[in-house]
């Protein structure tokens, strides 16, 4: 929410009084439930997908994930598994955005 409040106050001229701010994060608030998701957005998404998965298909080995950033450092080694997880993020965020403005 603080990103988007952010980015659209740089599209503001006027001086910003505490009110104003409110007002500029509730307007990028409902701005970001229809906007397209940012990358950090995905890629928090996907993290997390990869973690929560459990299952690394195809792949023998002993090696187990300490954590999410962990994990996703690991799957960065095997070809195609970060894309996969990106793609499947954003499907599922984009899903959700449509169910939250319909």
Same mark, same amino acid.
């Given at each position: 929410? /603080?990103? &988007?409040?952010?980015?659209? *106050?740089?599209?503001?001229?006027?001086?910003?009084?505490?009110?104003?701010?409110?007002?500029?994060?509730?307007?990028?608030?409902?701005? !970001?439930?229809? =906007? @397209? @998701?940012?990358?950090?957005?995905?890629?928090?998404?996907?993290?997390? /997908?990869?973690?929560?998965?459990? &299952?690394?298909?195809?792949?023998?080995?002993?090696?187990? =994930?300490?954590?999410?950033?962990?994990?996703?450092?690991?799957? !960065? *080694?095997? @070809? !195609?598994?970060? &894309?996969?997880?990106?793609?499947? =993020?954003?499907?599922? /965020?984009?899903?959700?955005?449509?169910?939250?403005?319909?």
């Amino acid at each position: 929410m /603080l990103d &988007e409040a952010n980015a659209y *106050e740089r599209g503001m001229d006027d001086d910003l009084t505490f009110q104003t701010v409110r007002e500029l994060a509730g307007t990028a608030y409902m701005a !970001g439930r229809s =906007a @397209p @998701p940012t990358d950090a957005e995905v890629e928090a998404m996907a993290k997390r /997908l990869c973690w929560n998965s459990c &299952e690394w298909d195809g792949i023998e080995s002993d090696y187990v =994930a300490k954590d999410e950033d962990d994990a996703w450092d690991y799957a !960065g *080694e095997i @070809p !195609g598994f970060q &894309e996969e997880y990106i793609r499947q =993020a954003k499907e599922m /965020l984009e899903i959700a955005r449509k169910a939250v403005n319909e």
